[in-house]
């Protein structure tokens, strides 16, 4: 995994545990998804004129399919990590989701595109997802008595699932296809916003209010989400999928860093131990 394909996921990593935290503080659903929406594509837009000023792409019924096969994946992620956030605490939900997603996808990147990484990239691969298990804390999840934790397991978990789902269909779209990142990213956000636009149209009150209670993190989000994003594809087009995956979790170390400065909690061995496998991986990833 070259250097420009690891600065890339890095910044993106670190964008998106950001823009988490904020979504977890929101917890506002559909009516918050649909504004932060509307505001990555006012941000986006400018720049997705000026890539296809400069570099116009032909597009045909495969390409304008995997859009919408990647607009209805994205849809749902965002209301299911939403809904998880609202269901239970960020420090379960936003581990189990990173640290299942990657595993998804490796599985994927093999299974349908066909990638194969070598012995070091396998053993990089599985030292960050042991790492993730030990960081989201799973051993402690399943012997706890909090009811919060199942619920926080199941949108985790679910949440991992369309993680992986969008990362392979975006993969193949931007390797395999050839689509500029700017682009395919900004039509499917246009669709996204369509697509929600009844549900969230449907209240004009409601979403008066998840603006005025919750402005601040639907801009942060809004802007953060689709320039983290954005910069993984590009990632995509540099390195396997089957690298790329992993090395996003590197955002779980933002997130170990939330839980203990701002969430309280307790920052036990068997995170510190996670910690450094992912580094570890992080390391034999580039040197593969």
């Not at 503080?25 to 997705?48: D, E, I, M, Q, T």
């Not at 990632?235 to 203990?260: C, I, T, W």
Request: hydrophobic share 55%; with cysteine; aromatic share 10%.
């Amino acid at each position: 995994m070259n250097i420009e394909a690891l600065a890339l996921v890095i910044l993106g990593a670190l964008l998106h545990a950001v823009w988490n935290l904020s979504a977890k503080k929101a917890s506002g659903g559909v009516a918050f998804v649909w504004l932060f929406g509307l505001v990555s594509l006012v941000c986006a837009a400018p720049v997705g004129l000026f890539a296809w000023l400069h570099n116009p792409q032909p597009f045909n019924i495969r390409v304008w399919s995997i859009i919408v096969a990647s607009t209805a994946v994205h849809v749902i992620y965002s209301v299911v990590l939403q809904k998880g956030y609202q269901k239970s605490d960020f420090s379960i939900v936003y581990p189990l989701a990173r640290g299942t997603g990657p595993l998804f996808s490796v599985i994927a990147a093999v299974v349908v595109l066909g990638e194969m990484p070598k012995m070091m990239g396998w053993l990089g691969i599985g030292f960050i997802l042991v790492g993730i298990i030990l960081i989201a804390g799973i051993p402690q999840l399943l012997t706890s008595t909090d009811k919060r934790l199942p619920k926080g397991i199941m949108w985790g978990v679910s949440t991992g699932a369309t993680i992986a789902a969008y990362t392979v269909i975006d993969g193949y779209a931007v390797k395999v296809l050839g689509i500029s990142p700017v682009i395919y990213y900004i039509l499917g956000l246009t669709l996204r916003s369509a697509f929600l636009a009844p549900a969230a149209l449907r209240s004009p009150q409601r979403l008066k209010d998840q603006w005025e209670r919750n402005r601040r993190y639907i801009i942060i989000v809004g802007v953060l989400s689709p320039l983290a994003y954005t910069l993984v594809l590009y990632a995509m087009q540099k390195a396997p999928l089957s690298y790329v995956a992993p090395v996003r979790e590197l955002s779980m170390l933002v997130g170990v860093f939330v839980g203990v400065r701002l969430l309280r909690e307790r920052y036990v061995l068997s995170r510190m131990i996670g910690t450094a496998l992912m580094v570890t991986g992080v390391i034999m990833l580039v040197i593969s």
